[in-house]
T-cell receptor, first 114, second 113 residues
């Protein structure tokens, strides 16, 4: 069965500090992996996605994610967090590149303190 | 408009009533998706349209839920005999193709009392 685990419900970081959000997945086939961000009053926005190739994927807003097959992980990172990064972050897995039938984790809420 | 528009933004209905939720996708987008997000959870897939047809409706939880997209643009999600467990934010997204990035609307918050 497919599943996505985001073990951290809430993370607080200082502005300028580095960030890593964890994501572990279980999927029966070769997965497409995604990170989305959801800000208050905004729709979900795609940060990045991975299917094959280089295991380090660059996304928008300075985010990157690393795919580790041996650990079934796809952790999201950012070297220096900005106050505007405060939001809810969702990891998702699917069978294709598009948004059909994606399975989402429960999300990690990021708070940024000055 | 420039983005995906969902109306109404909020809907309160009584248990047992019928509701319709509307999604106006980005102009020209052929792919359209419905998800729902319960409190404290990630989005849950409901249905995917490619053009006018439902290409994947495997996420619809039961036969009380139905969605249409008759002209390949606007879509309506219909829920019959609503239950309190249907309370959630219903999200719509559209994309230029089945493999393209999907753009999400802000959702309709449905509350069943």
């Amino acid at each position: 069965a497919q599943s996505v685990t985001q073990p951290d419900i809430h993370i607080t970081v200082s502005e300028g500090a580095s960030l890593e959000l964890r994501c572990n997945y279980s999927y029966g086939a070769t997965p497409y992996l995604f990170w989305y961000v959801q800000s208050p009053g905004q729709g979900l926005q795609l940060l990045l996605k991975y299917f094959s190739g280089d295991t380090l994927v660059q996304g928008i807003k300075g985010f990157e994610a690393e795919f580790k097959r041996s650990q079934s992980s796809f952790n999201l990172r950012k070297p220096s967090v900005h106050w505007s990064d405060a939001a809810e972050y969702f990891c998702a897995v699917g069978a294709r590149s598009g948004a059909n039938n994606l399975f989402f984790g429960t999300g990690t809420r990021l708070t940024v303190i000055p | 408009g420039a983005g995906v528009s969902q109306t109404p933004s909020n809907k309160v209905t009584e248990k047992g009533k019928y509701v319709e939720l509307r999604c106006d996708p980005i102009s020209g987008h052929t792919a359209l998706y419905w998800y729902r997000q319960s409190l404290g959870q990630g989005p849950e897939f409901l249905i995917y349209f490619q053009g006018t047809g439902a290409a994947d409706d495997s996420g619809l939880p039961n036969d009380r839920f139905f969605a249409v997209r008759p002209e390949g643009s606007v879509s309506t999600l219909k829920i019959q005999r609503t239950e309190r467990g249907d309370s959630a934010v219903y999200l719509c997204a559209s994309a230029s193709g089945s493999s393209a990035e999907a753009f999400f609307g802000q959702g309709t918050r449905l509350t069943v009392v």
